[in-house]
């Protein structure tokens, strides 16, 4: 039985391939339990897949899932979870920025039996990260800022895709999207599930560019953000709208107060816009809280049917063995 799966997505990686599949394998052959290593080529244009092939063929480890047309991060992880036969997944970029021993670490965390999923943070003490430029930094510091006020526990890093899982946790969840959101989703529905999660201090190095080399770019568009946050609103949705509606509300009070102090003036205030005001923000924001309300019941009916499917897996799983 297999008892560690590595699940690397790739794309136009063949510069690089070779190298990072051998020190994949050089990692695995440290560890003494039974691995596999499931690439799955995300509809590369270049060589990577063919490069691969040919290293599959002469190391039965290597298992290979490719498709022609590129998906996305999060699909391509999908399909490798499905791929995956070990006790333990792991998943981690196809570039090697956190490091092969990576492995090795998520490994040793697992069998200590204290946690279902094992997440690389660079954000805690004793990580961090290496020619990173700093917008880059900020993002990622920011982003999985705002995650930890909408998920429970204590988080620093809720993005990544370098982390590893016990099987049954990935099983259990049935997940929908198919961008860099697939790990936030993860995330918030193993919580939901009562999976325990846990982080480990982790280095993410960019290479510093050769001379005459070009620069990375970071992948990091607008697109992704708004994603990110509108995912962040659907995990936790009082927060925003909650936040909003007394704000709102807030300001209609002063506002109405200062118009009271007025009138006590013998000033009219009657036709004045900032009555108007007062009178709409007072309202507007009761109609954020009764929202925020009605989309907290929501995302509780959604918790339940999460566990619900977990339940009906479970039986289908024990019906099959049966």
């Known amino acids: 039985m297999i008892k560690v799966s590595v699940v690397i997505p790739t794309y136009n990686e063949e510069l690089a391939i070779k190298e990072n599949v051998q020190r994949i394998l050089a990692t695995l052959d440290e560890i003494e339990d039974t691995s596999e290593l499931v690439l799955v ?55 090697l920025n956190w490091g092969s021993e990576i492995i090795k670490q998520f490994v040793e965390e697992l069998k200590k039996g204290d946690a279902d999923i094992v997440i690389a943070s660079p954000h ?15 993002l990622s510091y920011l982003g999985n800022r705002v ?11 809720s993005t990544g895709m370098t982390r590893s899982y016990r099987k049954e946790v990935l099983d259990a969840l049935d997940l929908e999207s198919e961008s860099k959101v697939l790990h ?15 982080e480990v201090p982790a280095t993410l190095t960019w290479k510093k560019p050769e001379p005459g ?39 209609g009070i002063i506002a109405g107060f200062y118009l009271l102090f007025v009138s006590l003036g ?46 009906v897996k479970e039986f289908e799983k024990s019906d099959n063995e049966v």
């Open 41 to 95: 080529n995300d509809g590369s244009v270049d060589n990577t897949l063919k490069i691969v092939q040919e290293m599959a063929e002469n190391d039965q480890r290597i298992r290979i899932v490719s498709y022609g047309k590129n998906r996305g991060r999060g699909f391509a992880m999908k399909i490798g979870f499905k791929q995956a036969r070990g006790e333990f997944v792991i998943t981690t970029e196809s570039d």
């Open 124 to 138: 805690i003490k004793g990580g961090g990260m290496v020619n990173v430029p700093f917008h880059r930094w900020l």
């Open 147 to 157: 995650f930890a006020l909408v998920l429970p526990g204590r988080r620093t890093m």
């Open 184 to 198: 936030v989703e993860i995330l918030y529905k193993a919580l939901d599930l009562g999976y325990r999660v846990k």
């Open 213 to 251: 080399e070009v620069v990375r770019k970071s992948h990091f568009k607008v697109r992704s953000i708004v994603s990110h946050l509108l995912m962040s609103l659907d995990v936790r949705p009082f927060l925003f709208f909650g936040i909003i509606g007394i704000i709102l509300i807030a300001l």
């Open 266 to 311: 013998g000033t009219s205030v009657a036709g004045r816009p900032l009555l108007f005001f007062s009178i709409l923000a007072i309202i507007g924001g009761m109609q954020m809280l009764i929202f925020g309300f009605l989309a907290s019941q929501n995302r509780n009916i959604k918790r339940q049917i999460i566990r619900t499917q977990k339940l």
